[in-house]
């Protein structure tokens, strides 16, 4: 069964979302640099599955520029 960030990306591909892609990717991003600015605590678990969500959106990025898909900020199709 594919976890959430799958379905997510794969519903944001399929809708040829580019712009939702990309901000998904950026609160990843955001949220991995806050982590390993942390310490105190062990975080190397959290920004190991962030470091994995960011892969799977890459992935999606590279479905969709594969696909030679063009789509508008929205996600509507042009």
């Known amino acids: 069964m594919p976890s959430a960030i799958e379905q ?3 519903v ?3 809708l040829k979302n580019r712009r939702g892609l ?4 950026m609160r990843r991003q955001r949220l991995a640099v806050d982590l390993k600015s942390r310490s105190g605590y062990d975080f190397s678990l959290p920004i190991g599955q962030i470091d994995e969500e960011i892969a799977i959106i890459e992935a999606g990025l590279s479905r969709l520029k594969a ?5 508008t900020d929205d996600g ?3």
């Open 67 to 71: 696909g030679d898909v063009a789509a």
């Open 12 to 14: 944001y591909v399929r």
């Open 76 to 78: 509507r199709p042009i």
């Open 8 to 10: 997510i990306v794969d």
């Open 22 to 25: 990309d901000e998904l990717m």
